[in-house]
T-cell receptor, first 112, second 111 residues
Framework: DVKVTQSSRYLVKRTGEKVFLECVQD?????MFWYRQDPGLGLRLIYF???????EKGDIPEGYSVSREKKERFSLILESASTNQTSMYLC???????????FGSGTRLTVV | GESVGLHLPTLSVQEGDNSIINCAYS??????FIWYKQESGKGPQFIID?????DKRQGQRVTVLLNKTVKHLSLQIAATQPGDSAVYFC??????????FGTGTRLKVLA
């Protein structure tokens, strides 16, 4: 089975901290994605990457950056965490455009 | 603007009954749709997909129906089981690599 692993299930960070969320997939997928999931808003795309060192902004990139130095790893960075970034963060990967995503289990981030 | 929505935020069904979860989409050019299941504490899991050149697709105990005329998508679960309790949401392809996701319907299975 394809596995997408997010390094932390729960994180609590302080306002202003720099936060790293890590995601690793083991199926050699080209595409990787970061979403946040908030009640009543569904999943919103933050950033995605379709190749190593390539990145594209999603719908809500403000306050975030990403890094993809290796094909299997896609990191989401909150440069200076704020309380409105408290959310569930989901990483996903895909190989073909129409095959849908494989999601990780999510990281629930609380910024206090 | 584009949107993918669900008619019912919570659906309660008796164990053994059939469940129907609905989704409306607004982009008539969308040509691919997916249903996901998300259990508590887990990431979304792919259930079934359908292309716009199809009206119906069946999987194991699940069927997806697509009505392009009214831009409506539904997920039918036959003989609903306790393990089907989860949040279900649809996703609409809006371009290369990108989807619009619905907000989700919570399915509760009553014993």
């Amino acid at each position: 089975d394809v596995k997408v692993t997010q390094s932390s299930r729960y994180l609590v960070k302080r306002t202003g901290e720099k936060v790293f969320l890590e995601c690793v997939q083991d199926m050699d997928h080209e595409n990787m994605f970061w979403y946040r999931q908030d009640p009543g808003l569904g999943l919103r795309l933050i950033y995605f990457s379709y190749d190593v060192k390539m990145k594209e902004k999603g719908d809500i990139p403000e306050g975030y950056s990403v890094s993809r130095e290796k094909k299997e790893r896609f990191s989401l960075i909150l440069e200076s965490a704020s309380t409105n970034q408290t959310s569930m963060y989901l990483c996903a990967s895909s190989e073909f455009r129409r095959r849908g995503y494989t999601f990780g289990s999510g990281t629930r981030l609380t910024v206090v | 603007g584009e949107s993918v929505g669900l008619h019912l935020p919570t659906l309660s069904v008796q164990e053994g009954d059939n469940s129907i979860i609905n989704c409306a989409y607004s982009n008539s050019a969308s040509d691919y749709f997916i249903w996901y299941k998300q259990e508590s504490g887990k990431g979304p899991q792919f259930i079934i997909d359908i292309r716009s050149n199809m009206d119906k697709r069946q999987g194991q105990r699940v069927t997806v129906l697509l009505n392009k005329t009214v831009k409506h998508l539904s997920l039918q679960i036959a003989a609903t089981q306790p393990g089907d309790s989860a949040v279900y949401f649809c996703a609409e392809s809006v371009g290369t690599y990108k989807y619009i996701f619905g907000t989700g319907t919570r399915l509760k299975v009553l014993a």
